[in-house]
């Protein structure tokens, strides 16, 4: 039985390699996000990939995603998010520690 109280986040993110791939498979629709009051993507990404803009879009950077999902479920304003697989080979890799 393994046990992950021993290892720090730090740690536990040494045993993630992302494979980052030419096509983004999240884009984000700044101007749909414009009129969004919750900007729940934001404050739900586990890897803090969503960042507010002053004129109210939101700036995504796709690299370093855990393809959880959790930002295309909590999104409120259709159309804004747009939420596929990395294409064969690419995206997130979990290696035990």
């Not at 295309?72 to 520690?97: K, L, S």
């Amino acid at each position: 039985m393994s046990s992950f109280a021993d290892i720090d986040f730090e740690e536990r993110m040494a045993t993630v390699e992302f494979r980052v791939g030419t096509r983004a498979h999240i884009t984000v629709d700044s101007n749909v996000c414009r009129s969004c009051t919750t900007k729940s993507c934001v404050t739900c990404c586990p890897a803090d990939l969503f960042v507010p803009m002053s004129d109210g879009g939101i700036l995504f950077n796709y690299e370093h995603c855990f393809e959880c999902g959790t930002c295309y479920m909590v999104c409120n304003n259709e159309g804004a998010i747009n939420w596929t697989y990395p294409d064969g080979g690419q995206g997130v890799v979990f290696r035990r520690a």
